[in-house]
């Protein structure tokens, strides 16, 4: 794959009774910020922003660290945008909707 950004969306979804499912979605949060990668934590998903190896790795990493805790079960949504031939960033998408004052 190339060396372009991209930009992804994680949303964890755990499936358990052990505990609280936020407190899982935190540990994922938690892997993603530790890895250093830029992200943006929203209400139903984080964003990430790299190259597609880096993404991918971050990804990884949160599954098997749920994996390897414990959580018995859980969704993984994922969406990637990828461009070809450049970078495509979450600002370049959105940055129309920035309020300035």
């Not at 499912?21 to 934590?41: F, R």
């Not at 098997?64 to 079960?73: H, P």
């Not at 859980?74 to 990637?80: G, P």
């Amino acid at each position: 794959m190339h060396t372009h950004i991209i930009n992804a969306s994680i949303q964890i979804v755990p499936i358990v009774l052990d505990k609280h499912p936020y407190l899982w979605v935190d540990d994922a949060i938690a892997i993603i910020q530790q890895s250093g990668i830029k992200h943006e934590v929203t209400p139903f998903a984080t964003v990430l922003e790299g190259t597609y190896e880096e993404v991918m790795r971050v990804i990884h990493q949160v599954n098997e660290f749920l994996y390897e805790k414990g959580c018995s079960e859980w969704i993984a949504n994922l969406q990637i945008q990828i461009r070809s031939e450049g970078d495509i960033t979450g600002n370049e998408k959105t940055e129309k909707f920035t309020t300035r004052n």
